[in-house]
């Protein structure tokens, strides 16, 4: 039994996941749409300085920073529910312990309990396994 077995569920968690990818598929397109309309071409011609030019560049780089970001917890929530079907929702890929169900209730796509959590961010970066 783990934390996901709770009052709540799986389909508490599966249907907070879904929603969750619904909403950030429909804020990548706006992020694609809105991308397509200010061009960095378009921007840069309308800059007449270099501080603008930086400015455009920057706005870009936002865009594509959200969408990764977006990307990347799209990913999150895909191994989530994989972990969902084949059972091991909600058990941390560290110890084999429950994760604590308030935990997954403020971030559903917890794949480590806290405690290894606070582990893993606590290794330097280049020391940090490959993401699961």
């Known amino acids: 039994m783990n934390a996901a077995d709770g009052p709540l569920g799986y389909s508490h968690f599966e249907m907070r996941l879904r929603e969750?990818?619904?909403?950030l598929r429909a804020a990548i397109h706006a992020a694609l749409l809105r991308g397509e309309?200010?061009?960095y071409?378009?921007?840069?011609?309308q800059v007449h300085d270099v501080e603008e030019e930086a400015l455009?560049?920057?706005?870009?780089?936002?865009?594509?920073a959200e969408i990764t970001r977006e990307i990347e917890e799209i990913r999150d929530i895909e191994?989530?529910?994989?972990?969902?079907?084949?059972?091991?929702?909600?058990?941390?890929?560290?110890?084999?312990?429950?994760i604590g169900a308030v935990r997954l209730e403020a971030y559903p796509t917890a794949k480590r309990c806290l405690g290894c959590q606070r582990a893993y961010e606590a290794l330097p970066a280049a020391r940090?396994?490959?993401?699961?």
């Open 20 to 23: 969750r990818r619904v909403q």
């Open 37 to 39: 309309s200010e061009t």
């Open 41 to 45: 071409g378009e921007l840069a011609g």
């Open 56 to 64: 455009a560049d920057l706005l870009t780089d936002v865009n594509f």
């Open 79 to 98: 191994a989530a529910l994989q972990r969902m079907a084949s059972g091991t929702f909600g058990v941390c890929v560290e110890c084999g312990e429950a």
């Open 128 to 132: 940090r396994p490959p993401k699961l």
